[in-house]
C-alpha cells in the first residue's frame, strides 16, 4: 500500500515535471535565435522536423548514430578513455539494473516466464551490475574530487548526481547483504515456501543455510555433522533449489555478508534489513522523482541532442527549431567539463579570474539567463565579458559527447547580452575578427552599435580629449602612467622618442584618412609624447590606439628604438582595466 | 625532422583546407608532423585586452611543445609573431617568466625559452631547403603571376620574430618561384591585409584590404598568395563579402601556399582543398602547360574511338 501510494506520487511528479521541462523548450528563448517564433510555431515545426527525419534518408543516419554515439558513447571515448570507461560502466550497469531488476514485472517475467530475482544468471547479474555501476562511480570521484583537472569545475549538481546513484546501488547491495545474514528473512522465507511438518528436516535446512548460505542463526551454530548437512542439502534441493540458486552467486553483498557477519544478529533485530528496504526504495523514487530537474535528466535529453545534433545544422535547419534545440541542448549537458578542458581561451580564466569564460560555467549562467531569472547587472556583464572571451574555435562543439551546438549558443547568446546595452570593451579586441566575419547574421545596427557603445565608455573617461583648450597639468598622475607602462621591458622605450613623426609617417591607418587627427585623434607620434607626459586621457582616449592594426612599421622604423606598436598595445591594456573597473562600480 | 604543429584557433574551423594541404605538403617532404591537443590559443586576440593573459596563453603552448621536446611550426602568421614575442619575454625577462612558470604550474608545465618557433614558410626554405623541394615538384606553372603576401606578424618586429629582411625579403619569392609562378612586384607587398581591424573598424579594415588589391590587380597579379589564415579568412571571405556588398569590382582572389606547391607536387585536389575557398581558385590549373590537357584529349579520344 505505502510502496503503490509512493510509487504513484513519484509517477506523478516525475510525469508532470517531464512535461513542464520539455514544454520550456519550446517556451524559452536565448539570443537572438528566432525571437519571433512563437511556442505554436516551434512546437509545430518540432513536429514537422521529427516526422521529415524519420521518414527519410536520415533515418539511417540517425540508427547509426545512436548506436555509435548514444549506446556506445564514441564521443567520449575520442575524447578521454577513462571517462569513457567511466560513463560507460554507470551508464550500462545502471540500466540494465533499471530493466532487469527495477522493471523485472514488466521486463524481465515477460521475457523469461521462470524469471526469480533468487536464481541465477539474474541473482549473480544483478551485483555484476552494481558492481560495474560502483566501480563507475570510483572513477568519478576519482576525476572529480582527486586527480586535480585544472579549471575542472564541479558543482552540487554534480554531488547529487553522484551521491544518489551511489546510494541505490549501495543501499541496494547492504540490504541483500544484511538479508543473506537475517534470521528473520530466512524464517519467513520457510515459512512462505516450505511444507516441511519434520522438525528434523527443519532442522538440518537451517543447519544447510548457516553452513552453505551464510545466514546467522541465534540457535543453530556450527560445526554440523556430514549427515545433518547431506539431509539439510537434500531439503534444500526439494523445497529452495528451484527459485534460490546459492548467496554466494551474489558475489558483492555475499562478500559484504562475511563483513558484517558478527554483527548479523544485532541488525536483525534492529531490523535493519527493513530500514535498508526503505533508504533502497526511497532514493529510487527521490531520484526518479527529482529526475526532470536534476543532472540525471540527462539520461533522457543527451540521447536526444545527440541524434538532433547529427541531421541539424545552422545553415540548413528550420530557426525555429535551432532555438528550440539550444534550449533542449542546456538540459542535455552533463557539466562534465570536456568544453572547458578543450577550450582555446580557458587559461585566460587564471588572468581574468571571471568564470563565464568557461564554457562549462558559461553554459549554466545561460541556464539561469533561459529561465528568465533576473541576473543582476554586474552578473549580466560578467557573463557578456565571459561570452566574448572565446576564439569561436568551434572546438567545445566538436567535442561535447552530447552533442550540444555549442558554438551555436554562444554566438546567439552573445548578440543577445550585448544589445543589452552594457558597454563591453572585449568588442575592441582581434576576438571580434569572427563576429566580423558573422555580420550578415547580426542585424546591421546592432551590429555597429557596440562598437561605439565600447569607444564611447572610453573616452567617456577621458576629458581632455573633449576639451581641447583645456591647459594640461602634468603633475602626480603623469608618473603614476609613466609607472605603468613596464609590462614589458619595451613599453617604457616611449621614453627615448624625439618626435621626429616617423611612426605616423609610416602608419598604414593614419595614411587611410584625409584628416587623420580628426578620425584619429592623437596620432602615434603624439601618443608617444602623451606617454612622456603622462597624460592620461590623451594617450587613452584616442582613436588611433583601437584602430591600430599592429603591423608594426612604426616599431620597426623607428630611428630611436621605441617599441611604439608594443607601447600602443599596452595603453590598450591599462585603458581597458582602469574603464573597466568603473563600468563595474557603476 | 620533426614538428609540433600548431593550427591554433582559425584553421580548424574556418580554414580547413590549410591545415590538410599543409599536411599533405609536410608529408610529401618528409617532415615529421606531432600533434599536442592541449595547445590552445596563441593569446594574439587576447593581447589588446590583458598582457599577462596574452603572455600565458602562448606561454602555456610553448612549454607544451617544450615538454615533448620538439620546436614548433605555425602556419598563422600572428600565432607565429605571438608564439615568437613570448618566447622572446619568457627568456629575457626573468620577473614575468617566473610569475607565468607559477601559472603554468597548476598543469604541470613549465617554459625557461630554448625552443624554436617556425612558420611553415621559414621550415619550408631553411629547414627543407629549395633544393629538396624542387625535386618534390612534378609540373610547373607557365605564365601565372602571384602578388605574394607576407603578413605582418611575420615580419615584424624583425628583431623579434626573424623571418627574414624585414624592408626587402625574398623567402616567399622563392618559394613562390619554385613553382614555375612569377613573383610579381608590387608596392603594398609588405602592407597590412587589414584582418586585425574585422570588427572592430570594418570600413579601415576593408580600405586596406582594397588598397592591396587594386595594387596587386594593377600590378598584373592574378592571384594573392598567402601562407597566414587570417589573410586568407580577409582576401577569400572578407573580399567576397566585399564584392557581395559591390563594394568594389576587383577581384583577386588569394590561393594559400601549401595549395599552390601542392598543385605542382601533383597532390590531389581534395586534401588540397581547392574547392573549399570562399572565391574560386580552380582557374589556376589553366596555367599548367599545354602537354597535360592533350594528353587528356588523346584520353578523351580514345574513349570516344571506344
Known sequence: MFFNVTLYIVLTIFGVGLIYKVSTWFRYNIGIVARDISTGERFAAAIKGVFSTFFSSRILTLLRVFLVDVLLQMRTLKEDGLRWIMHMLIYWGFMLLLLMHALDKFITSVLFPDYQPTINPFLTLRDLFGAMVIAGIGIAIYRRFIMKVPRLKTNSMDCYAIGIVAVIIISGICLQATKIVSYSSYQSMVEEYTTMPEEDELKALEAYWVQEMGMVSPTTKGPFNKELLEAGKEAFEMSCAECHAREQSAFLSYGLSRIIKPLALGLDSAKIPILLWYIHFLACFIGLAYLPFSKMFHIIVSPLSILANAVMDDETSDQANIATKQIMDLDACTHCGTCTTRCSVAIAFEEFQNINILPSEKLIAIKSLARGKELSPDELKLLQEGAYICTNCYRCTVACPVGINLQSIWFSVREGLLEKGYPELSVLSQLSFYRGLMQRKIVADEYREPLQEAREAISEKCELMKAKEKPINVTTASKKLRSELSLSSQASTFSVCFACETCTTVCPVVASYENPQEALGMLPHQIMNACALGVRDLAFGSNMLWDCVTCYQCQEQCPQGVAVTDVLYELKNLAIKSVKLTLATK | ?306
Open chain 2, 1 to 306: 625532422m620533426k614538428f609540433a604543429l600548431f593550427l591554433g584557433c582559425n584553421i580548424p574551423a574556418r580554414v580547413k583546407q590549410y591545415e590538410s594541404s599543409a599536411r599533405a605538403v609536410l608529408e610529401n617532404l618528409g617532415v615529421e608532423i606531432f600533434d599536442i591537443r592541449e595547445f590552445n590559443c596563441c593569446g594574439y586576440p587576447l593581447r589588446n585586452l590583458d598582457f599577462k593573459a596574452f603572455v600565458l596563453a602562448s606561454a602555456k603552448n610553448l612549454a607544451l611543445a617544450a615538454r615533448e621536446n620538439l620546436n614548433l611550426l605555425t602556419l598563422c602568421k600572428c600565432c607565429y609573431g605571438s608564439l615568437k614575442k613570448v618566447d622572446h619575454l619568457m627568456r629575457e625577462n626573468q620577473s614575468l617568466r617566473d610569475e607565468i612558470n607559477a601559472i603554468l604550474k597548476k598543469e604541470d608545465l613549465k617554459y625557461d625559452g630554448g625552443l624554436q618557433v617556425k612558420h611553415f614558410l621559414t621550415v619550408l626554405f631553411h629547414d627543407v631547403g629549395i633544393g629538396s623541394i624542387a625535386k618534390r615538384v612534378t609540373k610547373r606553372f607557365d605564365g601565372l603571376n602571384i602578388a605574394t603576401h607576407y603578413g605582418c606578424h611575420a615580419l615584424r618586429p624583425s628583431k623579434i620574430v626573424e623571418f627574414d629582411d624585414p624592408v626587402k625579403p625574398s623567402l616567399f619569392e622563392k618559394l613562390v618561384e619554385l613553382t614555375g609562378a612569377k613573383s610579381i612586384d608590387w608596392k603594398a607587398k609588405l602592407d597590412c591585409c587589414g584582418a586585425p581591424l574585422l570588427g572592430v573598424n570594418d570600413e579601415l579594415s576593408m580600405r586596406l584590404m582594397q588598397k592591396k588589391l587594386k595594387d596587386g590587380k594593377e600590378s598584373g597579379a592574378d592571384y594573392l598568395c598567402v601562407a597566414c589564415p587570417y589573410c586568407q579568412l580577409q582576401f577569400d571571405s572578407v573580399q567576397r563579402m566585399m564584392l557581395e556588398k559591390q563594394h568594389t569590382n576587383t577581384q583577386l582572389p588569394s590561393i594559400l601556399y601549401p595549395q599552390l606547391l601542392g598543385l605542382t607536387m601533383g597532390l590531389d585536389s581534395t586534401s588540397l582543398g581547392l574547392d573549399e575557398n570562399q572565391l574560386p581558385i580552380n582557374g589556376i590549373m589553366k596555367y599548367f602547360p599545354e602537354p597535360e590537357a592533350e594528353e587528356k584529349e588523346e584520353e578523351n579520344e580514345e574513349k570516344e574511338d571506344k
